[in-house]
């Protein structure tokens, strides 16, 4: 079955021996934010929402950690979800920052750091379809090499996102918390950014998961099973094992 070259693009999947590894990775990356909200006075509003949130995606990598080869698929809305984790806290930490440990009073500051979250949302949902349907994606796949408009999205985000901050840390006299806020800046803009591509890459796949079956016959079984079907492959479908070539007895042996 020929698949175009935008399916080629969203049929790319995380191989399941490398799922267990990334979920241990994508859990330590989403608790460097979190760890903020430890910060004095531990018990607040900040800390339980961030605790949730970590709570939930460790339950859930838990689940697809034990049987990868099963949760390949799944792996990829995990990893748009993630996303989503990671932008909401490390906007979490960023309030935290702000009214805890800063002592801002105005509820301006906050409203306007999640308002700017909300419009780069928008910002990186309209560039990613208008990316597809330009096709510089499978462009960009061709070449083996991120696009030039994807970096100076991600790059242009995290100037301007950082800006804010700095911004804010002048007017409402942060001081040595702006540097905080700017490096969590970096990681937010980093989690919408796999929001948008993954869960919408998800999305597609469900909408096409006839044609990827087609592409990777061995989806979704285990890897004892696998191994069956690329030996049985590669014997020509005949399931033996290659028959040993046999030796020929040199003249004069016994």
Not at 4 to 12: G, I, N
Not at 56 to 65: A, D, H, N, S, Y
Not at 227 to 232: G, N, V
Request: proline letters at 3%; charged letters at 15%.
């Amino acid at each position: 079955m020929n698949i175009s070259e935008e399916e080629r693009f969203h049929f790319r999947l995380i191989p399941a021996e490398q799922i267990r590894g990334g979920i241990v990775c994508f859990l330590f990356i989403l608790l460097i934010p979190a760890l903020v909200t430890l910060a004095s006075p531990i018990m607040s509003p900040y800390f339980y929402a961030a605790c949730a949130i970590w709570a939930v995606m460790l339950i859930w990598g838990i689940g697809l950690g034990s049987n990868p080869y099963r949760s390949e698929v799944a792996f990829v809305l995990f990893m748009g979800v993630f996303g989503l984790a990671l932008a909401f806290t490390c906007q979490i930490a960023v309030l935290k920052m702000m009214y805890d440990l800063a002592g801002l009073t105005g509820i301006g500051y906050g409203a306007s750091s999640l308002g700017g979250m909300v419009l780069l949302f928008g910002v990186f949902y309209t560039l990613h379809f208008r990316t597809l349907q330009k096709g510089a994606y499978q462009s960009m796949e061709r070449k083996g090499r991120v696009g030039k408009g994807g970096k100076a999205a991600l790059l242009y985000a995290g100037i301007g996102y950082a800006a804010y901050y700095i911004a804010v840390a002048v007017i409402g006299d942060l001081g040595s918390f702006v540097m905080g806020m700017a490096g969590f800046t970096v990681l937010l803009v980093l989690g919408i950014y796999m929001a948008v591509v993954f869960i919408h890459r998800y999305l597609f796949i469900r909408q096409h998961m006839d044609k990827l079956k087609a592409q990777y016959p061995v989806l979704g079984l285990p890897k004892e099973q696998r191994t069956a079907a690329h030996l049985t492959k590669m014997n020509g479908g005949s399931g033996q094992q290659p028959a040993h070539r046999t030796r020929k007895k040199r003249r004069g042996s016994r």
